[in-house]
């Protein structure tokens, strides 16, 4: 097995898309089911564009578990960091859908948010030696909301830093997978303290930092070697390595915005482990690395479901070939 680069912790769980469109709650007839999680689409869109990666989580031992791990083992995600939780099940999230392609979180049906398998992430069952060797730790907020599975994160920052693994953070602020949201913006920020790169969309800028300016908010962690901030169809703003400036969206036709910024994410991680960090420090190359990004973002807009939609290498040269 090729050494691993990237390794994502966090949550992985069933985005139950409405299949009717523009419909409330109530209204909805149906569901369908497409495997997600942020961290689990980054491990994936990181695979399909030939950076190898793991995955660090909880799953039940349940059917919609067996099946996630089997699409991991499918792709080629490393799959020794995920944990079977005996009693609780894997997530499932339920999210309409507007006419526009946009998602709105509807809630988890019948069961509390602290009640699934992955906030029982167990710090003990950790794979320290997987953390040998790699390159980023890719991490969210979500799973900071619960205590057990902070613990487990925070240690794994811990193990990052001990191996000189780069932190990257995508904030990916949910309130509805927050039992008592008022305590979000403390926790976040005082993780932020250990990232070495950060991603938040611009409303996550505006409501942490009150400011949608990658070098504003780079004053205020000047520990940080990057932050990318996404606007959908505004395009994105960066700060990498003291070079900061705009990339404009690419236009397409969305079908589904669901794991668009994931596969972003993943896009410009799969840059840096191509071209290592150093490479920022040159203005068109930092550029051209988000332009890539963006580019991996909007195909995946083009599809429905976050993994499924998630472009190859040779696609996404095509792609920037024709934009």
């Not at 699934?116 to 909301?145: H, I, K, M, W």
């Amino acid at each position: 097995m090729r050494d691993l680069q990237v390794l994502c912790i966090g949550e992985v769980l069933f985005d139950c898309l409405a299949d009717q469109p523009g419909k409330s709650l109530p209204e909805v007839e149906s569901w369908t089911a497409y495997p997600g999680g942020a961290p689990a689409n980054v491990a994936c869109a990181l695979v399909k564009l030939g950076t190898t990666a793991g995955f660090i989580g909880c799953v039940g031992e349940d059917e919609p578990g067996n099946s996630l791990v089997v699409l991991f083992q499918e792709i080629g995600v490393d799959v020794r960091g995920i944990q079977r939780h005996p009693k609780a099940p894997t997530r499932q999230v339920y999210v309409l859908r507007s006419l526009s392609g946009d998602r709105e979180f509807a809630g988890f049906g019948d069961l509390d948010t602290g009640d699934f398998a992955d906030t029982r992430l167990n710090v003990s069952q950790l794979p320290e030696t997987l953390f040998q060797g790699v390159s980023f730790l890719v991490s969210g907020t979500l799973e900071l909301a619960y205590p057990r599975s902070r613990e487990a994160i925070e240690r794994a920052i811990q193990l990052a830093k001990q191996n000189h693994v780069k932190v990257f953070v995508d904030v990916n602020w949910r309130p509805v997978f927050w039992p008592n949201s008022d305590l979000a913006p403390g926790v976040i920020l005082k993780f932020l303290q250990q990232a070495d790169f950060l991603k938040l969309s611009d409303e996550e800028a505006q409501w942490l930092f009150n400011s949608t300016e990658p070098s504003a908010i780079a004053q205020r962690l000047p520990h940080l070697q990057g932050i990318l901030i996404t606007a959908g169809e505004a395009g994105c703003s960066y700060y990498l390595a003291n070079n900061s400036g705009k990339v404009p969206a690419f236009s397409v036709k969305v079908v589904d915005t669901t794991g668009a910024g994931d596969s972003f994410v993943a896009g410009f991680i799969h840059q840096l482990c191509q071209q290592g960090t150093e490479a920022l420090s040159d203005t068109e190359t930092a550029k051209n690395m988000v332009i890539y990004a963006s580019a991996v973002g909007a195909m995946t807009t083009m599809k429905a479901g976050a993994i499924a939609a998630q472009p190859t290498p040779e696609e996404v040269e095509e792609f920037l070939r024709l934009h």
